[in-house]
């Protein structure tokens, strides 16, 4: 929540701010600690909020270089812990060089267990630390410019690794840019942008260079914070937010909603959010990555295709997330006189150092491009021009599942044009701090690999390795063709009339797996490590998908080829296959 949670009290009082202050208004929330707690555990009634039992989290938004008003409930209790005479009641600033100070404010304001008047039971899980502390820079001693705020983001983030209930609440702070270093307290945000197409333009270049200092997670307004972005340019922002460090839009009240039902593009603004949601566990993964290793999720292109090759750097808007997914966000609106309502992006297709994938495939159109060459999309407003590489195996979350902590909730998602290839999914409780205990934390991987198969050599089931559970499917395709063939995220996961060969197949051929695993034309393994080690090692069934095969298309695609029906992937769940026949993830 933007500032508007807390009164603004300038109406009040002069001496006193509206865009900072500690407690609730209660005009807007008559009973903060119920309000809160509701948020906390999701219980809230059908008529007022989401669906019951969805668990969120709280940030609120500060303007703390104002100092601590004489508004506030808690001021005279401040004013006595900080040694601050309270005569004339002027702003006690918030001055990160005195322990006293400190120490007050996030005692009586800030921690999750303070105890003032109006604060206590009413603190967020996070903060949002707007604006910059320069004003009072000299009366501190710590330097100019924005070394107090990365002093303020670092006591922020303290204050929650250390403080109340540090174990179930990973520490977050939201500044805007504090200098280098700043990576360290996660995240950020771009300050108060118009809303403008060269806006728009400028934070898709700056999220991914921010990988060059390690700032992970840069975030920005999805369509900007000044400003009506109208249909096309709020759509298209919200294509790049989908793939992005941090989702977060809002803007400024007066002049900027962004309710995106209100816009004529909120269809296009919906998939842009399901596809984000399916992504969860890539970016997930990713930002356990990030922890580890520093490598920021989003990134640029040099990381993954040769650094010596000018194309490289020759477009500003084209980026990797992680080392699999490629994407070109639309940058520039639609000609008025634009055929088709399209605008064409040229996107480069990269080579990928060391790999020996024949290249990517087009998330919207199954397409598989060669590495290296040049491809233009004609991007309609619903298309965001996305590849994936060859060979990859993404894990996406099915259509109706938003929790990214459930390891049983995986669609392993093959893309073609590699004769081996793999992927990996992390997880952890999604909410405490123990994943920095490797113990606490999981790491799935799947791998695979292809060979030719002579047609009166064929095992009755092929198979992919994943998962955690001992079951074993066959699939029978409805075409007859081999429904397991390396795949995308196909338009339809599961085909008309799949389930019921899954469990035709499944009741045929149990042991299928077991006979397979010798087979000398597939090599399929699935390994899950937990903590330091493998988990049940010694238990290494394979968990696979099968299915008949009555004739033997081709496993390869050629490039500038659409990935046939016999090759796309039927949905690869940890376990199980998905028993709806839901959408492809393409949204």
Not at 295 to 310: C, G, I, K, S
Request: aromatic share 10%; glycine share 10%; charged share 15%.
């Amino acid at each position: 929540m933007d500032c508007g949670w807390h009164g603004a009290n300038a109406e009040k009082d002069p001496r006193c701010s509206a865009y900072n202050a500690y407690d609730w208004n209660t005009e807007l929330f008559p009973d903060p600690r119920a309000y809160v707690a509701t948020v906390h555990t999701g219980n809230w009634s059908a008529a007022v909020g989401p669906a019951p039992h969805r668990p969120l989290k709280l940030i609120l938004n500060t303007h703390n270089f104002l100092g601590v008003d004489v508004c506030q409930a808690e001021y005279a209790d401040v004013a006595a812990a900080a040694g601050w005479d309270p005569t004339g009641g002027q702003p006690i600033p918030f001055n990160l060089s005195s322990p006293a100070t400190m120490t007050a404010v996030f005692k009586h304001l800030l921690s999750r267990d303070a105890v003032g008047k109006a604060t206590a039971g009413t603190r967020p899980d996070w903060w949002w630390t707007d604006g910059g502390l320069r004003k009072w820079t000299a009366a501190t001693g710590l330097g100019v410019a924005a070394d107090n705020l990365f002093t303020s983001t670092y006591l922020h983030s303290a204050a929650l690794e250390f403080g109340a209930d540090a174990a179930h609440n990973r520490p977050l702070v939201m500044p805007r840019y504090a200098g280098l270093g700043q990576h360290r307290h996660c995240c950020g945000f771009s300050g108060d942008a118009g809303s403008t197409w060269t806006t728009l333009q400028a934070e898709v270049d700056i999220t991914k260079t921010a990988a060059n200092v390690l700032f992970a997670y840069w975030s920005h307004d999805v369509g900007g914070f000044n400003g009506d972005p109208g249909p096309e340019l709020y759509a298209r922002w919200a294509q790049f937010g989908a793939m992005s460090p941090m989702w977060r839009s809002h803007g400024s009240n007066t002049n900027s909603p962004r309710r995106y039902w209100l816009f004529s593009s909120f269809p296009q603004i919906k998939e842009a959010m399901v596809l984000r949601a399916r992504l969860a566990p890539v970016l997930y993964t990713l930002a356990a990555s990030a922890f580890k290793t520093g490598l920021a999720a989003v990134r640029p292109v040099y990381f993954l295709a040769d650094p010596t090759d000018p194309r490289s750097y020759a477009d500003q808007y084209l980026y990797m997330v992680g080392d699999d997914v490629l994407v070109r966000p639309v940058v520039n609106p639609i000609a008025a006189n634009a055929t088709a309502g399209a605008v064409d992006v040229a996107v480069w297709l990269p080579s990928v150092r060391g790999s020996s994938a024949a290249g990517w495939v087009e998330w919207n159109s199954s397409v598989l491009h060669a590495g290296g060459t040049t491809v233009t999309v004609a991007a309609t407003l619903s298309d965001l021009p996305l590849f994936v590489r060859a060979g990859a195996v993404l894990p996406l979350l099915p259509a109706d599942c938003l929790d990214v902590t459930d390891p049983t909730a995986t669609i392993w998602t093959l893309f073609p044009g590699a004769e081996a290839g793999g992927g990996s999914r992390y997880w952890d409780d999604g909410a405490s701090t123990a994943y920095a205990d490797t113990a606490a934390s999981a790491t799935q991987r799947l791998t695979y690999r292809w060979d030719d198969v002579p047609l009166g050599r064929r095992p009755r089931c092929a198979h992919v390795c994943c998962g955690r559970r001992q079951r074993d499917w066959g699939v029978q395709s409805s075409d007859g063709g081999d429904a397991l063939a390396l795949g995308r995220a196909a338009r339809r996961s599961v085909y008309p009339g799949h389930y019921r060969d899954v469990q035709r197949c499944s009741r045929s051929h149990r042991g299928c797996s077991d006979a397979l695993a010798a087979h000398p034309h597939w090599h399929g393994s699935r390994h899950v490590t937990h903590g330091g080690g493998a988990l049940r090692q010694g238990h290494h069934r394979h968990h696979c998908v099968g299915g008949h095969t009555p004739r033997a298309p081709s496993r390869r695609v050629a490039s500038g080829q659409a990935v046939p029906r016999s090759v796309q992937t039927p949905v690869l769940s940890s376990g199980q296959l998905s028993r709806k026949g839901d959408r492809s993830p393409s949204v």
